[in-house]
């Protein structure tokens, strides 16, 4: 679609916006939203008539892009015939969406409890663990993120935590593997993942196992840097948790979906948890939707004994139906192998080729459509281009980065250090060579910053 310019309408928007919305993570008065007109596929364009390469996914959700045709009719479709109903039911489009997504996850997690995003599938997710093991602690990792609502903002590891943070829901932080910035002086992945390993069982050893309900990670984290975690060390944590009876949850809000070049991260390492929560790929965010897949023994706890929780809108039809289409694309426009084939094809070594061409990039790292790049002022000693959690001035070199890309037609996924690399996971080849290009003026301009 050609976008036509519309600078009056995009004025109104944006004034609209300003008196009106209050936005999250922002601090309302310093932000400037950009008025967006319209998106599809992998590109979106505000009211002047600006397009952007969309290396974002929005919030790393439209894993078949924007507006596809299928999902847009299957919504309207449903919304015709049956546009919402109460949880407590069996509907047509929850019972398919539920069936298909359990198709696809690891081992017998089979069953499917719905909700509105990740966040609270997460929050449900911690409570089912304790419920099933009557424990109270939760184990999850710094360098993290599993959401905004109260329980979910006290498991994540990042800084968004600190002003939320009570420090009263039995939330214990622990180190896991980064062999870039190891805490345990590692300097292969084999030490990184036993030592890690070591790491994880000692603070459950100190924290008392009897106490510990759930071990929660991302199978391979999202906005804190996209670490794919080394070989062994996923396995091992499912050791550990069988081990002394823990819930191992993993958290695929983000890596789910194809987005690795698998239907879910945790294929790429052979392992199944007990709990999965899962959202925004199900389907692409058109509807709000997410959930957690249950395995038997955590769903057998429930089988006589009720769930103590629900949601309003637990498996929205118009949401489901959206489900439904996307998983179906999915699947039948090979979404997924695009996903694998182009990250080892194009993206990874693409961005490989940036890096030795660039002193601002530390590391590239990453797998499927799912990329970040380290940017550092010095190689040598990999000290970060801003300081941890930067912001205002301290920030500027980033901010640089990101204004140099929107220049050059790119919208970017900017986080401390990092830039993220995650387009729709049916990009095409030629989308992802012009992102590249337009990332290597922008980290030209990182450079400058470089020692």
């Excluded at 198709?103 to 509105?116: A, H, M, S, V, Y």
């Excluded at 309003?312 to 426009?333: D, F, K, R, W």
């Excluded at 890309?405 to 900017?414: D, H, I, S, T």
Aim: glycine letters at 10%; one cysteine or more.
């Amino acid at each position: 679609m050609t976008p036509q310019p519309s600078p009056e309408a995009g004025a109104a928007v944006k004034a609209a916006d300003r008196a009106h919305v209050f936005h999250s993570w922002s601090a309302q008065d310093l932000i400037d939203p950009l008025a967006v007109a319209g998106a599809e596929g992998s590109y979106f364009w505000d009211y002047d008539g600006t397009r952007y390469l969309d290396f974002t996914s929005g919030l790393v959700f439209t894993n078949i892009g924007y507006q596809h045709p299928k999902v847009v009719a299957a919504i309207q479709e449903q919304a015709a015939k049956l546009t919402t109903f109460a949880p407590a039911f069996a509907v047509e489009a929850r019972s398919e969406a539920a069936r298909l997504i359990a198709e696809r996850t690891p081992g017998d997690l089979d069953k499917i409890f719905f909700t509105n995003g990740g966040a609270d599938a997460v929050e449900h997710a911690v409570r089912m663990a304790r419920l099933h093991t009557g424990r109270p602690k939760v184990l999850a990792a710094y360098r993290s993120y599993h959401g905004g609502t109260q329980q979910a903002i006290n498991i994540t590891g990042d800084p968004r935590r600190w002003a939320n943070d009570s420090a009263t829901n039995g939330v214990v932080h622990f180190w896991a593997p980064f062999l870039y910035r190891s805490r345990f002086y590692a300097e292969t992945e084999e030490q990184e993942c036993a030592r890690a390993l070591e790491h994880l069982e000692t603070t459950i050893a100190f924290e008392g196992p009897g106490t510990i309900a759930a071990i929660i990670l991302e199978t391979v984290p999202g906005t804190a840097g996209i670490m794919v975690p080394p070989p062994g060390y996923l396995a091992g944590v499912r050791e550990l948790c069988d081990k002394y009876g823990i819930v191992f949850v993993l958290d695929e809000v983000m890596a789910g979906f194809g987005r690795t070049g698998e239907w879910f991260a945790a294929d790429l390492f052979g392992v199944t948890p007990d709990l999965m929560t899962f959202a925004k790929g199900v389907n692409s965010g058109y509807v709000p939707l997410g959930g957690v897949a249950l395995s038997q023994k955590i769903a057998d706890t429930f089988g006589k004994r009720p769930y103590p929780g629900g949601l309003t809108y637990s498996g929205h039809p118009l949401a489901c139906a959206a489900a439904v289409a996307t998983i179906n694309v999915m699947a039948q426009e090979g979404v997924v192998e695009n996903a694998k084939r182009l990250g080892e094809t194009v993206l990874g070594p693409g961005l490989a080729e940036l890096a030795a061409r660039h002193p601002s990039v530390g590391e590239v790292r990453g797998v499927g459509m799912f990329w970040a790049l380290e940017l550092v002022k010095d190689r040598e000693t990999r000290e970060p281009l801003v300081p941890y959690n930067a912001a205002g001035e301290a920030n500027a070199p980033m901010a640089a980065f990101a204004a140099a890309a929107k220049k050059n037609g790119l919208w970017p996924f900017v986080n401390m250090n990092r830039t993220h690399v995650v387009p729709p996971c049916n990009a095409t080849e030629a989308e992802l060579k012009a992102g590249l290009a337009a990332l290597d003026a922008a980290l030209s301009v990182a450079d400058e910053h470089t020692v």
